[in-house]
């Protein structure tokens, strides 16, 4: 079992950072891969980006690639988003997840523990 804990979403004017955090609790957190998915009003989950185990290897959305970064520390559990010049179709709510595996995958069914979602909003 894992249990994930989302934090650090707000209201941020378009241009502007956020970063997000996710701490984890129960498996050794450095055994498997994190990954990031969001959830716009009325569109399906899609997958923002995912990390490996050690955080050597990092995978993105092409539509935030060069915008967002997604890093992990291991020794406190947590695994980060930091997101950068965000757009207003940034807007949603972002689920961070725990893989099967300590490979990233973009897949949503290769990660099997949820967070219970924070909310994004940029406005224009």
């Known amino acids: 079992q894992v249990q994930l804990v989302e934090s650090g979403g707000g209201l941020v004017q378009a241009g502007g950072s956020l970063r997000l955090s996710c701490a984890a609790s129960g498996r050794t957190f450095s055994s498997y891969a994190m990954g990031w998915f969001r959830q716009a009003p009325g569109k399906e989950r899609e997958f923002v980006s995912a990390i490996n185990w050690s955080g050597g290897m990092q995978y993105y959305a092409s539509s935030v690639k060069g915008r967002f970064t997604t890093s992990r520390d291991n020794a406190k559990n947590t695994v980060y988003l930091q997101m950068n010049s965000l757009k207003p179709e940034d807007t949603a709510v972002y689920y961070c997840?725990?893989?099967?595996?300590?490979?990233?995958?973009?897949?949503?069914?290769?990660?099997?523990?949820w967070g219970q979602g924070t909310q994004v909003t940029v406005s224009s």
């Open positions: 997840a725990a893989g099967r595996s300590s490979s990233a995958s973009s897949r949503s069914d290769s990660f099997g523990y």
